[in-house]
């Protein structure tokens, strides 16, 4: 039993703890995001149907239609037609 | 009002000095050598509290987020847009408080915490926006695209909400852009003061001072300057003591000596049996011995830095102390508090009067000696600490301090090199020994460094170096007592005899194999435990600020990122405390259920041990669950290792799996419960236990045999008392040809009904079943209430048999069988025996030839011989 709740503690740290937000494409061309996290700016390109992780500590996003968005970090966002929504 | 405001800041200001101190064990030493480098010293604290205004802010933030729902649309602009101007406007002072105290480590410390405090409220503003923009995204996306040319054109109403939210949301834009060139900013002001505190600390220690400009004459008279301005404001104070303050003062000095009184016999009284060493005990194990230093270094100078802190406290609270005088009262109690903790310390691990009680085995006169040189090590620093402080307060000349700190580390460096020529071991013959060649020349080498660097000029690296020496070693050396104890208590049947041992020993009747475990248990605490106590002092030590520690915290606690891997410890932890408070609480609710509710109720032994083992497993798996979401991990993210894991479940860990489902079908299908009797293949005994791979059947011979539960499930299982315990068992007898057969029929069936255990309905029968070919055979078939009764009842219905069969002269024949024995035909033998056959066979050969030879001396007899 021991050995059980051992080994799935281990496999759940593997997993690893997801403090990020998330972001879906959901249109057909790729998108990318302006992301100024911890001082510093960066595009992030997101292909068709791709989810990525980003923003583990808060961060400013632009999108790809101009809208601006702050995020802590634990949201869920999905990308349609340029514009995002929470999901 | 204002000599109010001032006094109430001092004191402010002496109770966190000093409660750093006291809980620093020592550190303040650090801040002080920092503070003296710094222009302005009343500064080195200031920032500290003003960090506190920055906290309001944060904390209101939940309120702004949650309010514009309720509140009118344009509010919710005008308050951020607010709220991001006054950021800002904190963001420019703090600059310029940055270029100001850019030689002020504390200072930049706690502006860097102000900073991360804005960044926060940036981020926070930010997100106020959110709700609002999603209203208006979702209402321009209602009103659809304006009508392309040629169209007919759309109202104007509609045209003019369009363009309304158009522009609102394009404020909102702009608003969220200064935000983010705000949050730019601040997190590049934070690695500047990153730099500015990395080469603060360098030019610390590399800093030169030309010795020669401050040995000319001035010093001798800067110094007399010095000594008679700080008898002048000391004797100033007292005055203004006895003639204002009389009181007051009596009644602090008061309280401190009722703590230190309190402290000294109630101490003594409570933990006496921790600290006191017991001379007449001849041989005191290693843990004892441990123990003692550890509590007697720990508690009296936890005890002395209650006293001093007290004391500053009480002086602060009834005024007694003037803004020089404070500062100066608590450098000065640095001093005692630092050489009291140091010459604790020394005498708990040397115990110069009790050679029993020495934790290394030196000489005694060593001991003695040792104990006098370190605290007087610890006693230079400290004093020379006080006088950096003196020196600030005054504002004296930098001559004198630099002769001073030079002084001090000259003596430091003699008293290092003094301590590693002790020679505190004896051979044999009992010659005195040196301590060992590494560290002797360690010793030699730090107090050289101390004295070469100080001569060279630099004396800040000196003062440094001699400050770790003294701090972090006794630190180190606290810490690494506490280490050799905690090693001390794993060793075998050690933690039986502690205090605590003896205890849980007659309490609870526990094992000495458990208190082992335990004694490991322990070990392993006391070692977290004195990484966490003993660390943040030594990081301190280090030039690290309190601030630092608490953005680890903070990163900690929100987590940090590897590579693309987002990592939250805490989070983590958190989700296993839930987890196995889950596993605490499903195991309190499973007995809780069984013992209380089911057993009252009169439910079957078997159905309480299923329900019992469903909600075991139901309650892990729900606490797991809970576990998993509560330490932030996306359960999708576990998909792709169970994505990975199905693979190998399919090939290797199919078994596994199979006999894990079979054992749910078993436990919600109950074909058999624990108890039942029964039969599956060639394995027949009662259940013991059903557990989620195999189940526990034992035998009538009491072995027991662990049955994978997939073969309880695939296979064809007899259940001998499934439904009930019904059950009949059959007796076979014969009786004689030739006998009553009816009377036979008779006795068998009267024997049967008069059995006490032997069910009426469905009544017994006797059944003729065969004529066999020795005896008439009959059956008795009878059913038992109980079928576990079985052997009983064949036993008592056999027993009643013979004697009814005797009292009858019924025979019961034993089986007939009549033996042919074949006569041999012909008696011919074989030699069984090859080699007698051949010494036979020898003999008849040796015979012939002794036949042969006979007549040949007949003839030789006519014959003479030639020869």
């Known amino acids: ?70 995020l802590t970090g634990n949201e869920a966002i999905e990308i349609s037609g340029g514009a995002a929504r929470f999901r | 009002m204002k000599p109010l405001n001032r006094h109430a800041s001092l004191a402010l200001r002496h109770i966190f000095v000093m409660l750093f101190l006291l809980v620093l064990a020592g550190g303040g030493v650090s801040v002080v050598a920092h503070a003296q ?35 009118p649309v344009a509010s919710v602009m005008t308050e951020q847009r607010e709220k991001i101007e006054g950021l800002t406007k904190q963001v420019d002072d703090i600059s310029k408080k940055v270029d100001q105290a850019s030689k002020d480590d504390a200072g930049l410390v706690a502006l860097r915490g102000q900073l991360e405090a804005v960044d926060k409220s940036l981020l926070d503003s930010g997100i106020a926006f959110r709700p609002r923009l999603a209203e208006i995204n979702s209402r321009v996306t209602q009103l659809g695209n304006p009508p392309a040319d040629g169209q007919p054109p759309e109202p104007e109403m509609v045209a003019n909400e369009r363009h309304a939210l158009n522009t609102e949301k394009a404020e909102i834009n702009v608003l ?61 104070w007292l005055r203004f003591v006895v003639q204002f303050k009389f009181r007051a003062v009596l009644a602090a000095t008061f309280f401190a000596l009722l703590v230190a009184a309190v402290m000294q016999f109630g101490g003594r009284r409570i933990f006496g049996r921790l600290i006191n060493r017991d001379p007449s005990l001849e041989d005191p194990s290693y843990l004892s011995r441990l123990s003692v230093a550890f509590w007697s270094t720990l508690l009296p100078t936890l005890a002395m830095g209650v006293l001093l802190s007290g004391t500053v406290t009480l002086y602060t609270y009834f005024n007694v102390l003037r803004g020089d005088i404070g500062v100066l009262l608590s450098g000065f109690f640095t001093v005692l508090f630092v050489s009291f903790f140091v010459n604790c310390l020394s ?143 794993s060793d075998e049947g050690a933690f039986a005899d502690t205090s605590v041992g003896r205890w849980l020993k007659t309490k609870h009747n526990l094992e000495d194999t458990t208190l082992d475990q335990l004694g490991l248990v322990s070990n392993v605490l006391i070692h977290i435990l004195i990484v966490i106590v003993f660390l943040p002092f030594i990081l301190f030590q280090w030039g690290f600020q309190p601030g630092d520690l608490l953005v680890w915290l903070n990163k900690l606690a929100t987590g940090f990122k590897i590579g693309a891997f987002s990592f939250s410890p805490l989070a983590i932890v958190t989700g296993v405390v839930v987890f196995v408070l889950g596993y605490f609480i499903t195991r309190w609710f499973q007995g809780w259920l069984d013992g209380s509710v089911m057993a009252r109720g009169k439910v079957d032994a078997g159905v309480r041990n299923s329900i019992r083992t469903v909600i075991g497993y139901a309650g892990i798996a729900l606490a797991g669950l809970i576990g998993i979401s509560s330490a932030g991990i996306d359960l999708s993210n576990l998909a792709l290792v169970a994505g990975g894991l199905s693979l190998g479940i399919g090939f290797g860990l199919q078994n596994v799996v199979s006999n894990f489902v079979s054992g749910l079908i078993l436990l919600a299908e109950r074909p058999f419960k624990a108890g039942d009797w029964i039969v599956a293949g060639q394995v027949s005994g009662t259940v013991k236990k059903i557990s989620v791979r195999a189940t ?56 049967a009904r008069s059995h006490h255990m032997v069910l009426k309905n469905p009544e017994p029968f006797v059944l003729f079943a065969a004529f066999g070919e020795s ?63 051949e010494a036979e066979y020898f003999e008849l050969l040796s015979a012939r030839a002794r036949a042969a030879q006979q007549p040949a001396p007949r003839r030789r007899s006519k014959k003479p011989d030639p020869a």
């Open chain 2, 696 to 751: 526990e059947i034992e035998t009538f011979q009491r072995q027991t045999v662990i049955l994978p539960n997939s073969e309880l499930i695939n296979g064809a299982v007899g259940n001998w008392t499934h439904r009930n315990k019904l059950g009949r068992v059959e007796i076979p007898v014969g009786v004689a040809h030739g006998s009553d057969v009816k009377r036979v029929h008779e006795i068998l069936l009267d024997i």
């Open chain 2, 37 to 71: 480098e710094t222009a302005a010293p009343a500064e080195s604290t200031a920032p500290a509290t003003e960090a506190q205004p920055a906290a309001p802010d944060q904390s209101a933030e939940p309120p702004a987020q949650a309010a514009p729902k309720a509140a």
């Open chain 2, 176 to 236: 969220l852009g200064k935000a983010e060139d705000l949050s730019v900013r601040v997190n590049g002001m934070v690695n500047k003061i990153t730099v500015l505190r990395r080469s603060l600390f360098t030019n610390m220690l590399t800093k030169r001072y030309e010795l020669a400009n401050a040995f000319t004459g001035e010093v001798g008279h800067a110094v007399n300057y010095e000594i008679s301005r700080l008898y002048n404001s000391v004797s100033s």
């Open chain 2, 347 to 489: 005498r708990a691990v040397l115990s110069p009067d009790m050679p029993n009680w020495r934790l290394i085995s030196i000489e005694s006169r060593a001991a003695q000696l040792l104990v006098w040189l370190m605290t007087l090590t610890a006693f230079v620093v400290g004093l020379d600490a006080f006088m950096g402080v003196v020196s600030d307060t005054l504002s004296s000349p930098l001559s004198v301090t630099i002769v001073k700190s030079l002084v001090a580390a000259l003596l430091v460096g003699v008293l290092l090199v003094l301590i590693g020529s002790v020679k505190p071991f004896v051979d044999e013959k009992g010659t005195p020994r040196p301590w060992p060649t590494t560290l002797r020349y360690l010793l030699y080498l730090i107090g050289l460094v101390t004295i070469v660097s100080a001569l060279l000029g630099y004396v800040s690296f000196a003062q440094f170096v001699s400050q770790q020496i003294v701090i972090t070693g006794a630190l180190l050396a606290t810490a690494y007592i506490g280490f050799l104890a905690a090693s001390a208590i």
């Open chain 2, 775 to 837: 005896a008439l055979n009959f059956e008795v078939r009878v059913f038992l209430a109980d079928i576990g009764n079985g052997s009983i009842v064949q036993n008592d219905i056999r027993f009643a048999i013979v004697e009814a069969f005797d009292k009858e002269n019924i025979e019961i024949p034993a089986p007939r069988r009549d033996i042919v024995v074949k006569a041999p035909s012909s008696p011919k033998t074989w030699s069984i025996d090859d080699e007698k056959a």
């Open chain 1, 1 to 70: 039993m021991k050995t059980l709740i051992l080994a799935s503690i281990a496999c759940l740290g593997a997993a690893g703890g997801a403090f990020a937000a998330s972001a879906v494409n959901k249109d057909a061309q790729p998108r990318t995001l302006i992301v100024t996290e911890g001082g510093s700016k960066s595009e992030l390109a997101i292909g068709p149907g791709e989810t990525i992780e980003f923003c583990s500590s808060g961060c400013f996003v632009t999108l790809p239609n101009g809208d601006r968005e702050a």
